[in-house]
């Protein structure tokens, strides 16, 4: 007597694994280009904004750019020259130096997402205003929202100061950590002023290390 097989056929099975497949596969897109929509709205609303004077000073705003779906997101202080004539964030010396530094622990630029505290620049590179950051903030709180990483890291005071929500020194803040809404928050010294002061930059790299092994 021989054993009645209740099992489907293989092809079945072959099958309904495509099916599976096809149907994780859309949903997984679908969480991607939602981040990618949702994104692309707030910029064309970013476009239109003319809260500060220095709206009319900018060549382009400079939203940010990166893979919406990272596990860590950058916040560094404001766009530049460069930044302000190509409309993307840290591509002058101090994003060339950022992109080594994140090199140098293995990470890709293209693999995490940019932003910036303020998204147009202040003239002369000069420093964001209290005001600045308080029109601009709440348009990154909501680019925050939608890309929802695990690690935020600022890059030099303003973002520090922004993420951590105080005033304490750069020297204070860096290299340590915080959790807000299931975010790990960590901070270190914004690439530019790296460049004045290439010793620093083996600290930059620490706090990074150490900021990513609280999201492994
Ligand atoms: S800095 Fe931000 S809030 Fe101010 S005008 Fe530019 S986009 Fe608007």
């Known amino acids: 007597m021989r054993l009645q097989n209740n099992s489907p056929p293989v092809s079945d099975l072959l099958k309904f694994m495509k099916y599976a497949n096809k149907i994780m596969g859309f949903q997984w897109t679908a969480a991607r280009s939602d981040k990618s929509t949702e994104l692309f709205k707030l910029n064309n609303d970013l476009k239109k904004c003319r809260l ?10 400079v939203f940010g750019e990166g893979d919406p779906n990272s596990d860590i997101m ?3 202080e404001g766009p ?3 930044e302000d004539l190509t409309g993307r964030p840290f591509v002058g010396r101090a ?7 994140l090199s140098s ?4 630029r293209e693999s995490v997402y940019i932003a910036n505290i303020i998204k147009c620049r202040p003239p002369g590179n000069r420093n964001p205003s209290n005001e600045e950051i308080s029109n601009c903030t709440p348009y990154l709180k909501r680019q925050i929202e939608i890309i929802h990483p695990k690690l935020l890291f600022g890059l030099g005071k303003f973002a520090s ?3 951590f929500e105080t005033d304490a020194a750069m020297g204070k803040l860096r290299g340590t950590h915080i959790k807000k809404d299931g975010i790990i928050i ?4 914004h690439p530019a002023y790296l460049l004045r002061n ?12 150490k900021a990513i092994k609280c999201i492994e």
């Open 52 to 61: 500060c004077t220095i709206a009319e000073l900018r060549h382009n705003l």
């Open 74 to 76: 950058f916040i560094g």
């Open 80 to 82: 530049g020259e460069k």
């Open 95 to 101: 994003g060339k130096l950022l992109d080594q530094m």
């Open 105 to 108: 622990v293995g990470i890709k």
């Open 161 to 163: 100061s922004y993420l």
């Open 186 to 189: 960590s901070c270190s010294y």
């Open 198 to 209: 290439p010793s620093a930059g083996n600290l930059f790299i620490d706090d990074l290390k």
